[in-house]
């Protein structure tokens, strides 16, 4: 389904492609989160029917809306779904949005594979978020418990702009939540 907010709706790079969520996508998604519980702002397993809860509550409304919550587009690699994210928590009125972004489980585990396929990911998204989206600032809450993916962010162009302490409690234990951040001149 397009999204009504996006006059332009895939965007690809070489065989790497994004394109608003798909409705066949949330068995996978759903696998790779549950997978990488420790690393998402989730609190149990999601289950079959809360995927179909999600996509009708809350993705299937969100294409027709002017203004949505958040835009999320399936990442595809030769036509084959290897991750998700996009927006969230988006601000039309300050422009802004949190970026959003999971790799498929395996994919995830190569360091190597992972910041360049983040990276690819986050080049696509910045040609929504700035040149379609006509957005000011795109930014990103992350674990202190992933290094990869802070690295990205950095090597990517993010900008460092905070540390919140003892921010949140994985496996009994508190970790930092980083703040980059990205703004469009």
């Not at 972004?101 to 978020?129: H, P, W």
Request: negative net charge.
């Amino acid at each position: 389904m397009p999204y009504r907010c996006l006059k332009q709706q895939i965007f690809e790079e070489g065989p790497y492609k994004i394109l608003p969520i798909r409705e066949e996508d949330l068995g996978l998604i759903k696998e790779w989160r549950n997978d990488q519980i420790s690393i998402l702002r989730q609190n149990k397993l999601l289950t079959d029917e809360d995927q179909k809860l999600y996509w009708k509550n809350v993705l299937e409304p969100s294409f027709n809306e002017e203004r949505p919550a958040q835009v999320l587009f399936s990442f595809l690699k030769e036509d084959l779904l290897i991750g998700y994210g996009g927006l969230t928590h988006v601000d039309w009125s300050a422009n802004r949005g949190e970026v959003s972004f999971l790799l498929e489980t395996l994919r995830a585990g190569d360091s190597t594979n992972y910041l360049n396929e983040f990276s690819l990911f986050l080049r696509l998204l910045k040609l929504v978020v700035f040149e379609v989206m006509k957005f000011h600032r795109m930014f990103a809450e992350t674990y202190d418990v992933r290094p990869t993916h802070i690295a990205a962010l950095e090597n990517f162009g993010f900008i460092f702009e905070g540390r919140l302490k003892d921010h949140v409690k994985i496996e009994g234990k508190y970790y930092d939540s980083l703040i980059h951040g990205w703004v469009e001149k």
